[in-house]
């Protein structure tokens, strides 16, 4: 199970990453959104967890992107911004979830083992 972690918070990204790989799960990381669509064109992902609110592309237009070029791909929003006004965005997109920040980590195991039928939570 190959997965991208992107965040602009440096900390975050070391979290679930950490998080995910004592997990027996395979993470690369970006923190922002065109290093993350070069690296999406480059190696195929299971899975995308990613921030909302960075610099340069937001989340719904970073998953937008990602989505034409791999429609497989699930994806997971962290943010510290669950209003409607970022949520439905992200849903719209086609988004499988949305998780408040700060990441509670054993809630994202469970929803990434439920959407990747993986037992490594």
């Known amino acids: 199970m190959r997965i991208l972690a992107v965040d602009d918070d440096h900390s975050t990204r070391l979290i679930v990453s950490k998080l995910l790989a004592d997990r027996g799960y395979e993470v690369d990381s970006a923190s922002d959104g065109p290093q993350a669509l070069q690296m999406v064109r480059q190696r195929p992902y299971d899975l995308v967890i990613l921030d909302y609110a960075m610099p340069l592309m937001n989340g719904v237009e970073l998953f937008q992107h990602i989505h034409k070029l791999r429609p497989e791909m699930v994806g997971i929003f962290l943010t510290a911004h669950t209003r409607v006004d970022t949520v439905?965005?992200?849903?719209?997109?086609?988004?499988?979830r949305v998780l408040s920040k700060p990441v509670d980590g054993k809630e994202l195991l469970t929803v990434v083992g439920n959407l990747t039928g993986s037992s490594n939570n």
Do not use: Q, R
């Open 88 to 96: 439905f965005p992200a849903v719209d997109a086609g988004v499988a």
